[in-house]
């Protein structure tokens, strides 16, 4: 079902490599429901010509890619894995503006993403941003993600939104990140592949997608499985991962449609854990401490969930979605035995089992006010989490000495659970053809709840709750001078409230959770302007976010992480970016970030005021000041293809009072490939260097590590080799 755009907007446009319909999109209520629909532009299509308009709903409101009111990406799938071993989603992100996606090489941790600088405290998973992939939260109702779940062979498109808007999703700060996977369309297709790449690194799937007819009653469907295996690049930082994903559609009647999805996860992997700078200078690829406790982390997870859209008139839509799923992680912790001992220490192995769930309704109504088209929207979102958390010793006493790597006593038991209910409303006005005012109001719940269950001796009954309530303000203007040119301004206020695990650990090292934690709150503004040019689109923003209440890392030690609040900060940045087509064939990509993140006053240390854990003006750790990306591609529809990028990432501070850094570094990756179209078979083979002048560098860093060890070290020049098949009935 198509429906109409909720602005007209049938003025012609230069060719966008970003076609996107409307399909799915006007339904795009729910978070993770829809940004958009994409597919990618004819290939064969002149590089200079007109096409119909982009239509995106980063904002929840319909509009043309060029007039929406926000920083918005969108990375369609087909390019991520052109040319590339399709591992983790760092393949297809880095030359995003804004966005600071790193490798840990490390797969017990996750990758460690940020948006305009949220998210980069993250020792684990990922933090300051929402994640949702086809609809389902990939981020708890408490603000903590994971991408482990997310198959790059399936993925349909990834969109991104940063800035004032991503406070209309709820709690976070940086922004919101899309996944969406494949839909099924005919005619059938199944497919396979394999890649293979340095330090013993494999991956290989199998992929099917069809449609039985089109119309009502059509059935669709796309499955997909793959494995990959590594040895990894350090010691002791080998790991499996298994991913299923399943996606059903069935068009019910001409204004219905049914989706069910369903994923799988199981990982298994070592943990090589940080490096000192000066184990990080001799040897980048140790693990000492890794090895010596056998430090690893397991990971089975499950979810489904339904989504159901209905257009109840021409003026009328609602869109409703429900998930739920199990997570299962068992982490083995570097903590030495001797601080084990205090019968307040809560272990060296985590033992955590999640059940969630969710429901999200949404109601689109359009009309007019007078002449002026008028878009409101009015939904409720509901999600919960159920945590059972144990902690048990990390060793097992024996004649000879502890033996570590092996579950002991139990030390630690909980039962955790969050809930968060947030109802939304928003509105779009067409105040004239060259002026839009879109505003929107969030007011989000979030309720903690622990209940204890290991009480013995002096370790009491640590039980308790919090509740945390935040009404969240968005509004923009937009104005559009010429045709090809679009300025807007907008605001918002977000908040952030502290995680599970963020609360599990109190600074001191006392039992308990820290509900001494308050959430954090910000205020950001951003200015942009976006235009066709050459070709392409340009795009440029100039924002700050002022925030309070900054959540920091307190001490980081041994895979375990404290946290605090560390009073008032800000973020000035500048993004720039162009991307576009030319000579047919040839695609081109640029992207710039400048981000000045500073404390802006002084944070007394544990033990008083006499001295300072962070003084005014130091810059927060885990963010780069400067990055900088450009690629060139040369994609025919098949035949010869081939591409070159270049990434450059400042100097990263690695703590607060910033003693150390990772320094700034330029890495550089090219690939080539052959695509062969033969009646219907479409073979893919491809190989590919990365880092190729060998550079020295540190990937991520872990902040605030309170044994120094801050550097989590990335590969020299590496390879990587692939091929594809795919055969249409």
Request: with cysteine; aromatic share 8%.
């Amino acid at each position: 079902m198509i429906f109409p755009p909720v602005r007209a907007a049938a003025r012609p446009r230069l060719l966008s490599r970003i076609v996107l319909t409307p399909l799915g999109a006007s339904l795009a209520a729910l978070p993770g429901a829809g940004l958009a629909q994409a597919q990618t532009a004819p290939a064969a299509a002149p590089y200079v010509g007109t096409l119909a308009p982009v239509i995106v709903t980063s904002t929840r409101t319909r509009t043309d890619l060029l007039d929406t009111p926000a920083s918005v990406n969108i990375v369609e799938g087909s390019e991520m894995r052109s040319l590339r071993p399709q591992v983790d989603l760092s393949e297809g992100l880095s030359g995003l503006p804004g966005v600071q996606v790193q490798n840990r090489q490390n797969y017990a941790q996750d990758l460690q993403i940020s948006m305009r600088g949220f998210g980069a405290r993250s020792s684990f998973g990922v933090r300051g941003l929402r994640l949702y992939v086809d609809g389902i939260p990939a981020t708890m109702p408490d603000g903590q993600g994971q991408t482990s779940n997310i198959d790059l062979s399936t993925i349909d498109r990834v969109e991104l939104l940063r800035g004032p808007f991503s406070a209309l999703y709820g709690n976070s700060s940086g922004g919101v990140m899309q996944i969406f996977t494949r839909d099924g369309e005919r005619p059938p297709t199944v497919g396979a592949s394999v890649a293979a790449g340095s330090h013993g690194t494999w991956r290989y799937g199998l992929t099917a997608n069809g449609a039985n007819e089109t119309g009502v009653g059509g059935l669709d469907y796309a499955v997909g499985v793959n494995r990959m295996t590594t040895d990894g690049w350090r010691e002791h930082s080998g790991a499996r991962r298994n991913i299923a994903n399943a996606k059903l559609g069935l068009q019910l009647d001409d204004d219905s449609r049914l989706t069910v999805i369903a994923n799988h996860v199981d990982i298994r992997a070592d943990d090589p854990l940080g490096l000192t700078r000066e184990q990080y200078e001799n040897d980048p690829r140790q693990a000492p401490l890794a090895e010596q406790y056998d430090t690893r982390k397991t990971v089975r997870q499950t979810q489904g969930g339904v989504r159901y859209e209905r257009r109840i008139d021409a003026s009328n839509q609602v869109a409703a979605m429900v998930y739920a799923g199990r997570r299962a992680t068992v982490q083995y912790l570097s903590i030495p035995a001797a601080p084990q001992q205090s019968p307040l220490h809560a272990g060296g192995v985590i033992d955590l089992e999640r059940e969630y769930a969710g429901v999200d309704l949404r109601w689109t109504h359009d009309t007019r006010v007078g002449a002026m088209p008028l878009t409101v929207i009015g939904g409720v979102a509901y999600d919960q989490m159920k945590e059972d958390r144990k902690g048990y010793l990390n060793y097992v006493d024996t004649d000879g000495g502890p033996v570590f790597g092996e579950r002991g006593a139990l030390r630690r038991d909980e039962t955790n659970r969050v809930r968060n209910l947030d109802p939304y409303v928003q509105a779009s006005l067409a105040i004239s053809p060259r002026w839009t005012l879109d505003g929107g109001l969030r007011y989000s719940t979030v309720r903690f709840d622990s209940n204890d269950h290991y009480i013995a001796g002096v370790n009491g009954d640590d039980s308790g709750d919090a509740r945390y309530r935040k009404l969240l303000p968005v509004a923009a203007l937009r104005y559009a001078p010429t045709e090809r040119v679009n300025l807007y301004a907008a605001f918002g206020r977000g908040f952030e409230t502290p995680t599970l695990n963020e609360i599990s650990y109190r600074p001191d090292g006392g039992a308990g959770l820290n509900f001494a934690l308050q959430p954090s709150t910000n205020t950001s503004v951003e200015l942009g302007a976006k235009a066709e040019v050459a070709g392409g689109t340009l795009a440029a923003a100039v924002f700050q976010t002022r925030t309070d209440d900054e959540i920091v890392t307190a001490v980081s030690s041994g895979g375990r992480s404290s946290y605090r609040n560390a009073g008032r900060t800000r973020r000035d940045g500048v993004e720039l970016s162009w991307e576009g087509r030319f000579a047919q064939h040839a695609r081109a990509q640029v992207a710039y970030t400048y981000l000045n993140a500073r404390y802006r006053e002084d944070v007394c240390a544990p033990d008083g005021c006499s001295t300072l854990a962070i003084a005014a003006g130091n810059r927060i750790p885990g963010i780069a000041r400067h990055a900088a990306y450009a690629a060139l591609d040369w994609a025919p529809p098949d035949g010869w293809r081939a591409g070159i990028d270049a990434r450059f990432l400042g100097n990263i501070p690695v703590d607060d009072a910033n003693t150390d850094s990772a320094p700034s570094y330029v890495v550089m990756g090219a690939g080539a490939g052959y695509r062969w179209l033969t009646g219907p078979w479409r073979v893919d083979a491809f190989a590919r260097l990365d880092n190729l002048f060998d550079r020295k560098y540190a990937g991520s860093v872990i902040v605030n590590d309170g044994n120094g060890r801050y550097f989590e070290s990335a590969p020299g020049r590496n390879w990587s080799v692939g091929l594809a098949a795919a055969y249409a009935f």
